[in-house]
């Protein structure tokens, strides 16, 4: 078995314990380490699929016999050694030569197959496909018009901003994050026209849920009285287990599989009347604080999917 991560990974740890313990061989490592201590021999055409091996340190893979992948959070490709102009060749290469080769192991299973995770990342693709298999939805736009955004708030009243995709962002040369906030509609203007926006109509929430799907096994978890986003203060949070309406809980597993995921990770915000609203599905998300939290043996079910391709 084979774990895709970068070195600090508190939650990999967690699975790779599991898988430990029940006598399964794993080799941990991370691409971006290729080629200094990763290195790769493949070949396609054989007669077998790709065969070959991978030396990762100390640890020899054969391709041929990997019977799952678990592609948690890898590194970026970067390659310092080499001059800045032979990096993006270098790069691409590497992506395409070794990355293409772990995306295409014979026979393995995958948590979750980077091509699944790539389709099931943009932000639209998530709320038309949650919609599509029955989670509600809080009415959203995405433009770059404000007088459509004016017109949206005239609409469906108060709204907040979200973030697209979570790229790297500066505020006076230092790391910022941009989390989910209301918008004062009396601040929108013709700003909104230099790149792509989504406004969301404000949930009149009570609580927020984290739910975490592995395989068919649900692990849900609320939290009253958080922060319009909640992961502005995740660590002093009490989640708490709850169990998920039975319609929502078919819906997410039909979400995931339209996308081929065998986890995701899903935050619902509970309005007054306890009706669920789907706000979006991480495909690669954090879990290891709600094990933490509430004890949901999350890291077993992993390591079930992975030794035995059942949750």
Request: aromatic residues 10%; negative net charge; proline residues 8%.
């Amino acid at each position: 078995m084979v774990v895709l991560t970068r070195i600090a990974d508190p939650t990999a740890d967690m699975v790779i314990r599991e898988l430990t313990a029940r006598g399964v061989p794993v080799v941990r490592f991370d691409p971006a380490d290729f080629p200094m201590t990763v290195r790769l021999t493949a070949r396609v055409g054989d007669g077998t699929g790709i065969t070959g091996r991978l030396l990762a340190g100390n640890r020899e893979v054969d391709l041929g016999s990997v019977r799952a992948v678990y592609y948690r959070r890898p590194s970026p490709f970067t390659f310092i050694t080499l001059r800045p102009e032979d990096r993006p060749w270098a790069i691409a290469q590497a992506r395409y030569g070794l990355g293409g080769v772990l995306m295409a192991l014979p026979g393995a299973r995958y948590v979750n197959h980077p091509d699944a995770v790539a389709a099931a990342e943009p932000k639209p693709v998530q709320l038309a496909t949650a919609h599509d298999a029955g989670l509600r939805v809080p009415p959203t736009i995405i433009t770059d018009s404000v007088d459509d955004v004016r017109a949206f708030v005239a609409e469906v009243g108060p709204i907040v901003y979200k973030p697209l995709y979570h790229a790297p962002y500066q505020v006076g040369g230092q790391p910022a994050a941009v989390w989910t906030t209301e918008v004062d509609p009396s601040q929108l203007d013709a700003t909104i026209r230099q790149t792509a926006h989504l406004f969301q109509a404000k949930v009149n929430k009570t609580a927020d849920v984290r739910v975490t799907v592995v395989g068919d096994r649900v692990f849900a978890a609320i939290v009253r009285d958080a922060e319009l986003d909640w992961r502005t203060r995740q660590d002093q949070l009490d989640w708490q287990p709850v169990e998920p309406p039975g319609e929502v809980a078919k819906a997410m597993l039909d979400y995931l599989d339209r996308f081929g995921l065998a986890f995701g990770c899903f935050d619902f915000a509970v309005d007054r009347d306890g009706g669920w609203w789907f706000l979006e599905c991480n495909p690669n998300g954090q879990w290891g604080f709600i094990q933490k939290a509430t004890g949901a043996p999350i890291a077993a079910a992993f390591a079930d999917l992975l030794a035995t391709g059942r949750a």
